[in-house]
């Protein structure tokens, strides 16, 4: 079965940085997209950014130039990279992944990790 496994997260003071990962396992047989999305509290869960197999990406606004998505294929892993952090990224940060696990029938999977706090303190 396919697992998502996220780390990085934690408590970092207002202009700092983190790198989330995520970790596909299980048996995958090519990555349609990976992202990141996050959930502050009283809040519907938004996209952060996300990674196409094509390597074309997509950023919220309010993070453009803050963070970078990256990817490594061989890994099953995408990273997001937090520059100048600010309170109000503040969120449960979520991956996502868009996978087909054959090469045969195509089954298609689409998940999200556990969750990792991230929390800007000021």
């Known amino acids: 079965q396919v697992q998502l496994v996220e780390s990085g997260g934690g408590l970092v003071q207002a202009g700092g940085s983190l790198r989330l990962s995520c970790a596909a396992s299980g048996t995958i047989f090519s990555i349609n997209a990976m992202g990141w999305y996050r959930q502050a509290p009283g809040k519907q869960r938004e996209l952060v950014a996300a990674i196409t197999s094509g390597g074309s990406t997509n950023y919220a606004d309010d993070v453009k130039g803050r963070f970078t998505i990256a990817r490594d294929n061989a890994k099953n892993t995408v990273y997001l990279q937090m520059n100048t952090l600010k309170p109000e990224d503040t969120a449960v940060y979520y991956c996502?992944?868009?996978?087909?696990?054959?090469?045969?029938?195509?089954?298609?999977?689409?998940?999200w990790g556990q969750g990792t706090q991230v929390t800007v303190s000021s």
């Open positions: 996502n992944a868009d996978l087909i696990l054959d090469s045969i029938w195509r089954k298609h999977y689409n998940g």
